[in-house]
């Protein structure tokens, strides 16, 4: 039996074991810096930019639940909209707990938000080299956006594009 629900502060360590299975799953496992305390702050700290629905799954209406897997989101802008939608950064469940439905009902939860809120979107990305998951997507109605390339500034880069002291640093703007 599948139950959706706001992750709460004391779900942080299971969030962060889940996104350590998800960095296994994507061959990301040496990128994961984060910490259990770093999930409390992001989640369940004053002003929450993120948020997590948990998937838990009961093998029988007496069984503990267990937490089978997870969809991390945030609130994104459409400038060309003007409104809001939904970026899912991750979306896990754990191996054991697939073909049970609990990839689509997490979706459906935040389809069903966006259309509850009046969103504009629901979107993600996914590796390429991740068939299972391209064609998961695929049959639920998602149309991949190849033509849209991610970049990103990350690490030593970030911070001599974000500090002016540092040599090499692109000039301040002017105020």
Known sequence: MLTLRPARPDDAATILELVRALADYERLAHEVDADQAAFERALFGPSPRAFCTLAEWRATSEAAPV?????LWFYNFSTFRGRHGIHLEDLFVRPE???RGIGKSLLVDLAAR??????TRL???VLDWN????EFYAGLGAEAKAEWVLHRVTGDALKR???PTIPG???????
Not at 67 to 71: E, I, K, R, S, V
Not at 114 to 119: A, H, I, K, S, T
Not at 169 to 175: D, F, Y
């Open 131 to 134: 068939t299972p998951a391209l």
């Open 169 to 175: 640093s692109p000039a301040p703007p002017r105020r």
């Open 67 to 71: 937490a089978a897997g997870m969809a």
């Open 114 to 119: 966006c259309v509850r809120e009046g969103l």
């Open 97 to 99: 707990y697939r073909g």
């Open 123 to 125: 979107e993600w990305q």
């Open 161 to 163: 594009l974000g500090d």
